[in-house]
Each structure stands twice: as structure tokens, then as C-alpha cells.
């Protein structure tokens, strides 16, 4: 009889060990991004945090789908409005290294698409004694600047280090972010976490030795937006096309005077 | 019975398919962005449309002219559809490019 319990444990050891190194932990988290543009006219999609332990790296990406794909929309009560949303391969995708501390996204210059490489340690938290329930998980406040937005989030530190899109860096996950002008924000909606069979390894589908650094796309971004400016292949009624000075980030800073066509069509607006 | 119910779906289909795929474009005037300037019986009007990125929070906006030697309204009119234009048509050569 202790033989036979013996050779049961044993063999209970060896299934349950392999199926450890076998299986891999993941924590999945769906959010909800709001961007409010200045009209408070705001946009609403879902997305998927996938943060693999063992691989140290996470997957971010859209999960809803938009009615109107890579279309011109007009706002219902603004002629002179349009709204568009870009789909295609990888565009909403974050891949993030916590093994060597680098993240990939990509980003449009003029509808030409670049991958962006990005250190993890770029944000400058500032983590404060404020505490509340998010989800069921008790969650930090911590705040920063980041790329010309100030920042509140919420993060629990029961969970593994990560957060939604690019935004990282604080010890746990962030379940909540809000830009102090309320233009962006991400709210968890669901956590789960559970295991699957382990892979040979997770795949980064960005061509990383094509990525460019953020300062390149800055000054890509700028270059193209000062030659867009006086773009006008069909002479007669038209101008150029003027691009802002960025989106969620800053790509031109307010006080660079080598681009000035967004401000000189401001003046001509209001003479 | 079953045909007539068939046709009937087909028809409903197509119809939200084509309701969904066109742009629409309201014809109404937006005075606040347009500026006319009128010279000698004719008017010329300077105005812009705005693209908002709802992925990126990124705008771009292209100007458009427009002139009338009728009315000011009609050199507005000309302008706006002439930006929309415009911005549909850059959009598609920076797509080719």
C-alpha cells in the first residue's frame, strides 16, 4: 500500500511539473479608449492587453471593429468635419520587451506607415498615497507627463507590470488612465487570467530592424508636415494639406517655429 | 412565398450596404468657416475641411477657394465643396504614393 501511494505521488510530481514548464500564465485585460476631441465630440473603442509572464512581454491590440474602415465619414452636424479610421495589418498593435525593455508600435506619416521602437523607461511616474477599488483590485494613483499631456492612473500593484497601449512603467498594472484634459483615457472593463500550452515563442510581428527611434519619427513627421503644406499637385482650388502638431503625443513642439502653417491657418481664420 | 421573402432580404441587405458605404455629404453651409471677400460684383471665399484621425487624435485640414459673380452664398457653397474635394483627392494620391 505505501508503494502504491508512493508511485501515485511520483507520478503525480512528474504530470504536474511538466505541466508547469508547459503551460504559460497569461493575464488578458479589456479596455475601453475614449478620445474626446475639444468639440467633446469622443470615440469609443475596445482593446486587448495580453501580458505573457514567462515570455516577459505583452500584446496590445483593437478588438472592435470600425463600420467605416480606411473611409471619409462626415460629422453629422459639421460639414466642414470628417472623421477617419485607419485599418490595416498591426495598426493599433503595441508589442512590448520587458526582457530588454523596448516597445514597438506603429505610426502614419501622410498614410506611410513606420514602426517605432520605444524605451519602457521613459515615463516619469510620480506615485502618490491615494488609493481605490478598480475591478476588485486595490489600485495607486500615480501621475506624470508624458509626450505633451499630463496623466492620472491607476494602477494594482496585485497585478503583473504593464498597462494599455504604450503607457507602462509603474509597479503593476494600470487599470486606469486619464489625460488631465481629458482627451484620452483607458478603463479596464475585464481581467482574467489562465494558462495555455506553451508555444516555441511569442511573435513580435513588427520588422524591428526596419523600427526608427521616436526622435526619428519626430523629425520625419515634421519634414512631411512642412512639405505637405504646400502640397497641391491639381492646380485651381486648393491649398495644401495643414497637419497637426500630433495627436495623443506631441510630434512638433508648440514653440518650433520651423513649422507654422497650422498657426498661420489659425490667423487666417480669425482675420 | 419563401422567393418573395428572399427577395425581400436581398433587397433590405443591399439597401444597408449602400447606406453604410457612401459618404454622406449634407450640402448646408458652414458660414463660421468661410471667409468671402467680395470685389467688383464677385465673391471669393477661402475655407477648410478638417480630417480628425479617430485612432491617433491626429487633424489635418486642407483649404479650398471658391468664387461667385452671383452671391457670396454660392461662392461659400463652391468653397466647401471644393476643400471636401480637395481632401478626398490628396488622401487617395498620398494612399498611391
Wanted: glycine content about 4%; charged content about 25%.
Amino acid at each position: 500500500m505505501k508503494k502504491e501511494s508512493l508511485f501515485l505521488l511520483l507520478i503525480f510530481s512528474v504530470f504536474n511539473s511538466h505541466s508547469q514548464a508547459d503551460s504559460l500564465n497569461i493575464f488578458q485585460i479589456e479596455y475601453e479608449k475614449t478620445l474626446t476631441f475639444e468639440d467633446t465630440k469622443s470615440f469609443t473603442t475596445s482593446y486587448q492587453l495580453q501580458k505573457y509572464i514567462e515570455f516577459e512581454a505583452s500584446i496590445f491590440d483593437k478588438i472592435s471593429k470600425s463600420k467605416t474602415p480606411n473611409q471619409l465619414v462626415n460629422d453629422d452636424d459639421d460639414d466642414a468635419l470628417f472623421y477617419y479610421t485607419p485599418q490595416g495589418e498591426n495598426i493599433s498593435f503595441v508589442f512590448k520587451n520587458y526582457a530588454n525593455s523596448k516597445f514597438y508600435s506603429k505610426h502614419a506619416i501622410a498614410y506611410k506607415y513606420f514602426i517605432v521602437k520605444d524605451s519602457l523607461n521613459i515615463f516619469n511616474w510620480n506615485i502618490l498615497d491615494k488609493t481605490k477599488e478598480i475591478l476588485g483590485y486595490i489600485c495607486q494613483l500615480a501621475t506624470m507627463e508624458y509626450r505633451g499631456r499630463n496623466y492620472k492612473a491607476w494602477f494594482a500593484a496585485d497585478l503583473p507590470v504593464g498597462g494599455p497601449w504604450k503607457f507602462d512603467g509603474l509597479p503593476g498594472m494600470i487599470l486606469s488612465i486619464n489625460s488631465d484634459d481629458s482627451f484620452l483615457s483607458f478603463e479596464a472593463l475585464k481581467i482574467k487570467s489562465f494558462k495555455i500550452k506553451k508555444t516555441e515563442k511569442l511573435y513580435n510581428p513588427f520588422e524591428i530592424k526596419n523600427a526608427i527611434t521616436w526622435d526619428a519619427f519626430k523629425t520625419l513627421y515634421k519634414k512631411k508636415a512642412i512639405a505637405l503644406a504646400t502640397y497641391n499637385p491639381q492646380e485651381g482650388n486648393s491649398g495644401g494639406m495643414i497637419l497637426s502638431r500630433g495627436g495623443i503625443e506631441t510630434y512638433i513642439e508648440d514653440d518650433d517655429t520651423d513649422y507654422t502653417a497650422d498657426k498661420d491657418l489659425e490667423k487666417s481664420k480669425d482675420n | 412565398m419563401k422567393k418573395l421573402l428572399f427577395t425581400f432580404t436581398l433587397l433590405v441587405s443591399f439597401a444597408s450596404f449602400a447606406n453604410n458605404s457612401v459618404i454622406e455629404i449634407n450640402e448646408k453651409l458652414i458660414e463660421t468657416k468661410i471667409n468671402k471677400v467680395e470685389l467688383d460684383q464677385e465673391c471669393y471665399a477661402t475655407c477648410s475641411v478638417t480630417i480628425r484621425n479617430t485612432e491617433t487624435g491626429e487633424t489635418q485640414t486642407v483649404s479650398g477657394f471658391g468664387h461667385s459673380h452671383l452671391s457670396c452664398d454660392l461662392a461659400g457653397a463652391s468653397c466647401l465643396a471644393n476643400a471636401r474635394a480637395n481632401a478626398k483627392k490628396k488622401i487617395a494620391e498620398l494612399n498611391n504614393m
